[in-house]
């Protein structure tokens, strides 16, 4: 038989891309996303332990509010992680890549808690805070420059080049946990001017975590004006889309990546102060514990919109809190409580595709001759 007279049949579905949707809509596809995710953990759960999913969810929600000390750990948890969220979103928002978030804050950590050891004790303590204020922004801006350079100079590979930067940010904090080590051969600096409290950020009366949870709301709010009001934001917006566009109408690419990748750089060295000063009072290589990799996650699922990474910020803190608490009320490894985190975050993160896309059904298949 010809192939002109073979008969094709037309497919039963197609992916369209969607028109713009209200901004209700992407919520309520997302909170449909992570009710199924929850039925889904539900007899995931049965099948594996035997445990009474409703158990398992009451301490999920224990294990984040369970007590007013539970409340603030997250609250102070959900406050850094937002930070580096909002770091790393201009540079994302420019089409930027920046994976180094892990090290710039770590570089930031590394100049606060320098700050601290060498100065501590030898000059007013505010004197010294606002050095470590300084010290963090120009570290973390520093380590977030050296790709921003080469991306503008010379067109690397900004991946790359960020993710390398972690490792490099990783090993220099191990050279100087050595030599600051306390006591010799620990292998750790332990708590910085444990008893001066030289460098520690103050305190708002019996809450420790209030003033790192005050400077990320500001952060928050500066950094929002900053993208959708400011011609910067405006500017890195327009070479995020098309950099011969912005070449055209007058924009300097070049001067946009380093201008966003110092101030990624220093929001980072600020998350690095707040852990360093104003939560561990130490300095080790897993002060950023991963959230730089997060955060990258964080600023995606809240399309680059700082007043949204404050609900998914939550999101993935509840999440991580009351994975733990799954773990030791019910004496199960890490390994489950991690299924149960990743399960929720496959479904939210698919709930995107719906989100941008759709499915259309062809209700008579006709035959094509």
Same mark, same amino acid.
């Given at each position: ?8 049949? *037309?497919? +039963?579905? @197609? ?20 009710? /199924?995710? +929850? ?16 158990? !398992? ?9 369970? $007590? ?36 710039? !804050? ?66 220099? !904090? ?6 600051? *080590? ?9 708590? /910085? ?26 952060? $928050?709010?500066?950094? @929002? ?6 011609? @910067? ?107 149960? $985190? ?28």
């Amino acid at each position: 038989m010809s192939s002109k007279n073979s008969k094709v049949r *037309e497919p +039963l579905f @197609h992916i369209a891309k969607r028109d713009s949707l209200p901004w209700y809509k992407p919520w309520l596809i997302r909170i449909a996303a992570v009710v /199924i995710a +929850l039925i889904v953990c539900a007899v995931i759960t049965m099948f594996l332990t035997h445990e009474n999913p409703i158990s !398992v969810y009451v301490s999920m929600f224990k294990g984040a509010f369970g $007590t007013p000390r539970r409340i603030w750990n997250l609250l102070q948890s959900l406050a850094i992680l937002l930070c580096i969220s909002l770091a790393v979103t201009p540079a994302f928002k420019m089409r930027f890549w920046n994976i180094g978030a892990e090290g710039q !804050v770590l570089v930031g950590g590394l100049a606060t808690a320098a700050c601290m050891i060498l100065l501590g004790g030898k000059i007013p303590n505010a004197l010294l805070i606002l050095i470590m204020i300084v010290a963090s922004m120009l570290g973390g801006a520093i380590w977030a420059i050296i790709p921003a350079f080469f991306k503008a100079k010379y067109n690397t590979n900004e991946t790359l080049f960020t993710l390398m930067m972690n490792y490099v940010g990783i090993q220099l !904090v191990s050279y100087f946990v050595v030599v600051w *080590e306390v006591p010799k051969g620990s292998g750790k600096i332990g708590i /910085i001017n444990q008893s001066t409290h030289d460098g520690w950020l103050p305190t708002i009366g019996e809450y420790d975590y209030l003033l790192n949870i005050i400077i990320v709301f500001v952060i $928050t709010i500066l950094m @929002h004006v900053y993208l959708k009001y400011s011609k @910067h934001g405006y500017e890195l917006s327009v070479v995020g889309e098309s950099e011969n566009t912005a070449r055209y109408i007058g924009i300097n690419v070049k001067k946009v990546i380093m201008r966003t990748m110092l101030l990624s750089g220093a929001v980072c060295g600020i998350a690095g102060l707040l852990l360093v000063g104003g939560t561990n009072h130490t300095i080790t290589t897993t002060t950023a514990n991963g959230r730089g990799f997060t955060a990258i996650m964080v600023s995606w699922l809240a399309q680059f919109n700082p007043i949204y990474m404050i609900m998914t910020s939550f999101l993935i803190v509840f999440l991580e809190k009351g994975a733990n608490e799954i773990s030791t009320v019910f004496g199960l490894n890490q390994s489950f409580s991690d299924i149960i $985190t990743g399960i929720i975050l496959f479904f939210i993160i698919g709930s995107e595709f719906f989100i941008n896309y759709e499915l259309k059904f062809h209700h008579s298949r006709k035959e094509v001759k």
